[in-house]
């Protein structure tokens, strides 16, 4: 591609909090860095995929107290127990632990616990079936891709389902990140078109349209890459992506007009 140099732009997960994964996003991207963080952040993870019981769980000494009465406890703790029976439970019980030192980015007890206590490997082998098992998979995914270990990122983040719409595209677009930076990019752009394709919206579909557009880049499919600037540019033409999209689309026809 001749006097394109975009590609070069690619970087590298870091080590800090920041999410590591919105490459494509400058001008504006500093607004689509923090959505990413917050639908990373692990408060919001759990809630968004474990529930209203991981809240009750978390937060009963404050519901006891509100109730008051003994004999309203009573049936507030029988309720709880309840709640808390089962390997679902006892799996978002663990996980509680993990999601601390996600917060505060302790990779290595992230992954492997701290004493006694599991790290995400361990509950999503012990728990498998729930949906703390897949929640832990999905932290194994992100700490593995923030280490560089993007196998293990994939061969988690693929083990992660979820019926909620942000995660389930988050989850592949961290897939397809995985996959390009081990530069197989054919599957990158299977997976970053999962991410797209996944309920289109006008808050993340713009930056995963931009990541799409620069794995055709480093595939020299320069009428690919124009094409997705072009349907960034037609269906989201308020985003932040937009005056990128326009720019480095104006580099590949320039570039094409030169040969």
């Given amino acids: 591609m001749a006097g394109n140099k975009r590609p070069n732009r690619k970087s590298k997960p870091s080590k800090g909090k920041k999410n ?3 490459q494509g996003t400058t001008g504006g991207g ?3 860095t923090q959505i990413f963080e917050n639908l990373e952040d692990a408060e919001t993870l759990q809630e968004r ?3 209203t019981e991981t809240f009750i769980k978390r937060n009963r000494r404050l519901i006891m107290i509100a109730l008051g009465l003994v004999v309203v406890l009573v049936a507030g703790y029988a309720i709880i127990t309840s709640i808390n029976s089962g390997k679902e439970s006892e799996a978002q019980e663990e996980l509680l632990f993990t999601q601390r030192y996600f917060e505060v980015d302790s990779l290595n007890r992230v992954l492997n616990g701290y004493g006694t206590i599991p790290g995400a490997k361990a509950i999503s082998s012990d728990y498998s079936g729930t949906k703390a ?3 832990a998979k999905f932290y194994a995914g992100v700490v593995y891709l923030k280490q560089g270990k993007f196998q293990e990122a994939i061969d988690n ?3 992660f389902s979820t019926s909620d719409w942000l995660i389930q595209a988050r989850a592949n677009v961290l897939i397809g990140d995985a996959y390009q930076e081990l530069k197989q990019y054919d ?3 299977l997976y970053y078109k999962k991410a797209i394709d996944h309920k289109p ?3 993340f579909t713009p930056p995963y349209l931009m990541k799409l557009a620069l794995v055709y880049e480093l595939q020299n499919n320069v009428d690919a890459a124009i094409a997705t600037y072009d349907r960034l ?3 989201y033409p308020s985003a932040s992506d937009a005056n990128n999209a326009k720019k480095y689309k104006g580099k590949l026809l320039a570039g094409k007009n030169q040969k």
């Fill in 20 to 22: 590591p994964q919105a």
């Fill in 30 to 32: 500093d607004t689509t």
């Fill in 49 to 51: 995929i474990l529930g």
């Fill in 133 to 135: 098992g897949k929640l």
């Fill in 157 to 159: 983040l693929k083990g």
């Fill in 187 to 189: 599957q990158a752009v």
């Fill in 201 to 203: 919206n006008k808050f």
């Fill in 233 to 235: 540019l037609a269906d």
